[in-house]
């Protein structure tokens, strides 16, 4: 079975870079803080979910093939 690396989406990368470079004190930070995180966890939450499903797939006896 082949398994593709889930790479982190360009727009996460960019609002990560964004806060990296971005000061504190900036009246936007607040914003560009929320939507890293935002972001994050829904990045994190679908590499989870594909991870428990690749699980699945594999230890499970129903979608075993016949040779």
Do not use: Y
């Not at 000061?23 to 994190?44: I, L, M, Q, T, Y």
């Amino acid at each position: 079975m082949n398994v593709n690396q889930q790479l982190m989406p360009m727009r996460l990368l960019t609002v990560s870079a964004l806060l990296r470079h971005l000061p504190e004190e900036h009246p936007k930070f607040p914003v560009v803080e929320s939507d890293f995180c935002k972001r994050h966890a829904g990045w994190r939450g679908e590499k989870i979910s594909a991870i428990t499903l690749m699980h699945f797939l594999i230890n499970s006896t129903v979608f075993t093939t016949f040779a």
